[in-house]
T-cell receptor, first 113, second 113 residues
């Protein structure tokens, strides 16, 4: 089957903006998500976007959605060292509770001081 | 954000042994999910559970796996006869609000020797 694709690694300096990209597979996905995973920890829901939206902003986070190209991005403004983690995009397949999340391969963000 | 706890946080077992992983949502939920993440890989869907029945399962979820909600609160994943390749992080998730968002527990790290 097709995979949800992400670049593997991104390195930025503290204070810069980070942009993490994702290409998803299911054009019928109603929601798309970004999760953050710190080392040895669980998955923290960062933000999500409904598929009929182009953009969503939530404090330092901006999500852009290009439904035609099935492309999703997460921009983190003023990146901090505490933002260093693995970021997963995910699409939902199915509806309501009868859904499953299909995750991307994850992008490891490294923020240097 | 809904809270989910998982026990144990770590488990080491011998190949062929049975393990039971537990998920405890803080409040009542109807939809539950199990995912796993093999070290260094992406998060994979295992099974979804609603109203005391499996609603969907992946190819990974073979006859060695089972789920149940024995006391109306805990949600368990049982692996009957563990294999080396079952070593992974296992995450439980519940459906939150809005209704299309899944919130994950901290995970159980399973090591099969």
């Amino acid at each position: 089957g097709e995979d949800v694709e992400q670049s593997l690694f991104l390195s930025v300096r503290e204070g810069d903006s980070s942009v993490i990209n994702c290409t998803y597979t299911d054009s019928s996905s109603t929601y798309l998500y970004w999760y953050k995973q710190e080392p040895g920890a669980g998955l923290q829901l960062l933000t999500y976007i409904f598929s009929n939206m182009d953009m969503k902003q939530d404090q330092r986070l901006t999500v852009l959605l290009n439904k035609k190209d099935k492309h999703l991005s997460l921009r983190i403004a003023d990146t901090q060292t505490g933002d260093s983690a693995i970021y997963f995009c995910a699409e939902n397949q199915g509806a309501g509770g009868f859904q499953k999340l299909v995750f991307g391969t994850g992008t490891r963000l490294l923020v240097s001081p | 954000e809904p809270e989910v706890t998982q026990t144990p946080s770590h488990q080491v077992t011998q190949m062929g042994q049975e393990v039971i992983l537990r998920c405890v949502p803080i409040s009542n939920h109807l939809y539950f999910y199990w995912y796993r993440q093999i070290l260094g890989q992406k998060v994979e869907f295992l099974v979804s559970f609603y109203n005391n029945e499996i609603s969907e399962k992946s190819e990974i979820f073979d006859d060695q796996f089972s789920v149940e909600r024995p006391d109306g609160s805990n949600f368990t994943l049982k692996i009957r006869s563990t294999k080396l390749e079952d070593s992974a992080m296992y995450f439980c998730a519940i459906l939150g609000t809005p209704q299309e968002t899944q919130y994950f527990g901290p995970g159980t790290r399973l090591l099969v020797l």
